[in-house]
């Protein structure tokens, strides 16, 4: 069993700032990619940032300068600082991981059960 538990939504006044966490736990041998993701009502889920086991990060264009992904290899944790947040980064949240269970084993994606994230105007 793996499970990916997410932390850090809540409301926030447009202008301010907010840090996500998602911590993997569980049968996991290895993880390669992270990320992040969100869904807004009424819209497809879109990706927000990856970071790769190397760290080597990647964003949407809606959050450069604004959003930062970062990760902790040694606890199976993956963040997203936002900063500068606007109304139309509402939306839930979902953190991803590209996990192996075992030596040899394939990489599968596991996913978060989500996080709210609010923006006031």
């Known amino acids: 069993q793996v499970q990916l538990v997410e932390s850090g939504g809540g409301l926030v006044q447009a202008g301010g700032s907010l840090r996500l966490s998602c911590a993997a736990s569980?049968?996991?041998?290895?993880?390669?990619?992270m990320g992040w993701y969100r869904q807004a009502p009424g819209k497809q889920r879109e990706v927000v940032a990856t970071?790769?086991?190397?760290?080597?990060?990647n964003y949407a264009d809606s959050v450069k300068a604004r959003f930062t992904i970062s990760r902790d290899n040694a606890k199976n944790t993956v963040f997203l600082q936002m900063s500068s947040l606007k109304p139309e980064d509402t939306a839930v949240y979902y953190c991803?991981?590209?996990?192996?269970?075992?030596?040899?084993?394939?990489?599968?994606?596991?996913w978060g059960q989500g996080t709210q994230v609010t923006v006031s105007s």
């Open positions: 991803n991981a590209q996990i192996s269970r075992g030596r040899g084993w394939n990489y599968y994606d596991y």
């Open positions: 569980g049968s996991i041998f290895n993880i390669n990619g």
């Open positions: 970071i790769s086991s190397g760290g080597s990060a």
